[in-house]
């Protein structure tokens, strides 16, 4: 078996980050990623205990 990637030989690996905090009250908890290079590939979330 191979242990090759089977991405286009024009692919690249996408690294980036990503953080959350918990708020005080511990109901929610949200933060910001991203994804460098050229994905242009990152936003914001948010949970919230329902």
């Not at 953080?19 to 919230?48: A, P, Q």
């Amino acid at each position: 078996m191979s242990s090759k990637p089977h991405a286009v030989d024009t692919m690249h690996i996408h690294e980036g980050t990503g953080w959350v905090t918990l708020s005080e009250d511990r109901k929610s908890f949200g933060g910001r990623y991203y994804n460098g290079i050229d994905s242009e590939n990152h936003g914001s979330l948010k949970f919230d205990k329902i």
